[in-house]
């Protein structure tokens, strides 16, 4: 199981710092991802880090701002947000997926359709 934490209400411009942590498992194997859903939209995908920390994706809208990082010791994963913005307003959920692939990008990897486990997310909401 995963849970998320460190969500929360800030000014444009600040930072916050999400943790996603398991519970009952050891993530070390798993490829992980941030993925966020604003009201009535779709759930797009943030984040994306390597079982090695050698390898990320971000998207467009936040690449820059964000940095995903891993400590595989604390079976935590993280995500730095930098430069808030009002659009960055939604719920963000880390997700895993077991690594069992032998030749894939980030890019492909990264896809809410290719994660086996969920959070149940952590509100982020940036006042302008």
């Known amino acids: 199981q995963l849970v998320e934490s460190g969500g929360g209400l800030v000014q444009t411009g600040g930072s916050l710092r999400l943790s996603c942590g398991a519970t009952d498992t050891a993530i070390d194997s798993y490829i992980i991802g941030w993925f966020r859903q604003a009201p009535g939209k779709e759930r797009e995908r943030v984040s994306c880090i390597s079982t090695n920390d050698a390898t990320t994706y971000y998207s467009g809208s936040v690449k820059g701002r964000f940095t995903i990082s891993r400590d595989n010791a604390k079976n935590t994963v993280y995500l730095q947000m930098n430069g808030l913005k009002p659009d960055d307003t939604a719920r963000y959920y880390c997700?895993?997926?077991?690594?069992?692939?032998?030749?894939?990008?980030?890019?492909?990897?990264?896809?809410?359709?290719?994660?086996?486990?969920w959070g149940k997310g952590t509100l982020v909401t940036v006042s302008s």
């Open positions: 997700a895993a997926v077991r690594n069992t692939y032998v030749i894939a990008t980030m890019d492909f990897i990264c896809d809410r359709h290719n994660m086996d486990v």
